[in-house]
């Protein structure tokens, strides 16, 4: 048997080797819990834009090309284009042949110029101009966009494309 001030000694020793115990597995919980919240990067919008802005250029790059293809391929497959005075083009496949028309009518370059843009990890507004020439460098075109941006295996994609024209309907 353990003599009185012993005992005490032991029951002390005791339970500071069970707070000990407690502290350690709270402290390898707490490590756990930050681990996975660390391993999953916060949304950066300063990145964000600058996918937005590296995209666009692969746009503009693509219709000074008449390259129908490439410009689809910086959309979705799911895509809606909804360009004015005429219904959805919905899809890759459809937007190649929409672009091609296009392409081949006399468009040589177009410019885009981001005004604001915001969202989240998944999906991201740009609200934007936009200015389209023909091979002489004549303006054809101008007017405002807001484009759907969708991460798509890591990547940031036109998903939603709506723009309007600032010029007044032709008349005939």
Same mark, same amino acid.
């Given at each position: 048997?353990?003599?009185?001030?012993?005992?005490?000694?032991?029951? &002390?020793?005791?339970?500071?080797? #069970?707070?000990? =115990?407690?502290?350690?597995?709270?402290?390898?919980?707490?490590?756990?819990?930050?681990?996975?919240?660390?391993?999953?990067?916060?949304?950066?919008?300063?990145?964000? =834009?600058?996918? /937005?802005?590296?995209?666009?250029?692969?746009?503009?790059?693509? &219709?000074?090309?008449? +390259?129908?293809?490439?410009?689809? +391929?910086?959309?979705?497959?799911? $895509?809606? %284009?909804? #360009?004015?005075?005429?219904?959805?083009?919905?899809?890759?496949?459809?937007?190649?042949? =929409? /672009?091609?028309?296009?392409?081949?009518?006399? /468009?040589?370059?177009?410019?885009? $110029?981001?005004?604001? &843009?915001?969202?989240?990890? #998944?999906?991201? $507004?740009?609200?934007?101009?936009?200015?389209?020439?023909? !091979?002489?460098? $004549?303006?054809? +075109? !101008?007017?405002?966009?807001?484009?759907? %941006? =969708?991460?798509?295996?890591?990547?940031?994609?036109?998903?939603?494309? /709506?723009?309007?024209? +600032?010029?007044?309907?032709?008349?005939?």
């Amino acid at each position: 048997m353990i003599a009185g001030s012993s005992y005490f000694s032991f029951l &002390v020793l005791q339970k500071i080797n #069970n707070m000990k =115990k407690v502290l350690f597995s709270a402290l390898i919980a707490s490590s756990l819990i930050a681990c996975q919240t660390a391993t999953k990067p916060a949304f950066d919008l300063e990145t964000a =834009k600058q996918e /937005i802005a590296a995209a666009n250029l692969a746009f503009e790059t693509a &219709v000074s090309k008449s +390259d129908s293809v490439g410009f689809a +391929d910086l959309y979705t497959t799911d $895509t809606k %284009w909804m #360009n004015p005075n005429a219904p959805s083009v919905e899809g890759r496949a459809a937007l190649i042949s =929409k /672009i091609s028309h296009d392409l081949n009518a006399g /468009i040589s370059s177009a410019k885009l $110029t981001t005004v604001e &843009v915001w969202g989240d990890e #998944n999906y991201v $507004t740009e609200e934007g101009k936009y200015e389209i020439f023909t !091979k002489d460098g $004549t303006q054809a +075109d !101008k007017g405002k966009y807001l484009i759907l %941006w =969708k991460r798509v295996d890591g990547k940031l994609m036109f998903h939603r494309d /709506i723009y309007n024209s +600032d010029l007044p309907v032709a008349t005939k």
